[in-house]
């Protein structure tokens, strides 16, 4: 998933919106993730994306991510819980029969809960704290169908946070077709730049 520049999309709707489409990939779908991330503050992470063409070569999509974790500093033992909400538009142009280019752009909003429990002078029994970021960025992928109808997405993406510096960020999947529009498949995204932050994923897609 990545996290994409406000101004893009309607760049995009304008100037590239009348471009062909390839019709071996379907941009109107419902995932299901579930994985982990390197950071011990999320342990746990869950997301439910939708994707809809809008255009022949434009989708838009939603999606809300949910991630958990917990930790123990000396005494103290920490929760903490994220919800992000995203929405991304996504440009797709055909280069070669089994091949697509992704020029994606969009915005995300991440709202968190660290909840601390330990012994007086360490934190206050139950005490929580709130934080919020916004987040901007642009990427560019390609999508590309392998041999046995395995199908692999890389993306290669800039996320602006605000009050962060730039981070660049890199994306692969991969995703198997079995039966009736249901796809199962795996993903791994890391930082190339700034501090360490993996996610692994494991996913299930509807196709319509």
């Not at 934080?131 to 890389?154: H, N, T, V």
């Not at 991969?174 to 700034?194: A, H, P, Q």
């Amino acid at each position: 998933m990545g996290l994409f520049n406000k101004y893009s999309i309607s760049i995009l709707l304008v100037t590239l919106g009348s471009l062909a489409n390839a019709e071996l990939f379907n941009y109107d779908y419902v995932d299901f993730k579930a994985g982990t991330t390197s950071s011990k503050a999320g342990d746990r992470e869950y997301s439910l994306e939708v994707s809809k063409s809008i255009h022949r070569n434009i989708a838009l999509k939603g999606a809300v991510h949910y991630t958990y974790g917990d930790w123990y500093i000396g005494r103290e033992y920490k929760e903490q819980t994220q919800q992000m909400y995203t929405i991304e538009g996504i440009y797709h142009k055909s280069i070669l029969p089994s091949t697509d280019v992704l020029i994606s752009s969009g915005y995300s909003n991440t709202n968190g809960k660290v909840t601390c429990v330990g012994p007086t002078g360490h934190c206050t029994a139950s005490s929580s704290t709130y934080s919020g970021l916004k987040a901007y960025g642009a990427s560019l992928g390609i999508r590309q169908m392998l041999p046995i109808d395995i199908e692999a997405e890389f993306h290669y993406g800039i996320v602006k946070p605000e009050s962060f510096s730039n981070l660049k960020r890199g994306y692969l999947g991969l995703m198997k077709n079995f039966k009736n529009n249901i796809s199962i498949g795996v993903s791994y995204e890391w930082n190339i730049t700034g501090s360490e932050y993996n996610e692994s994923k494991i996913a299930i897609r509807r196709s319509f």
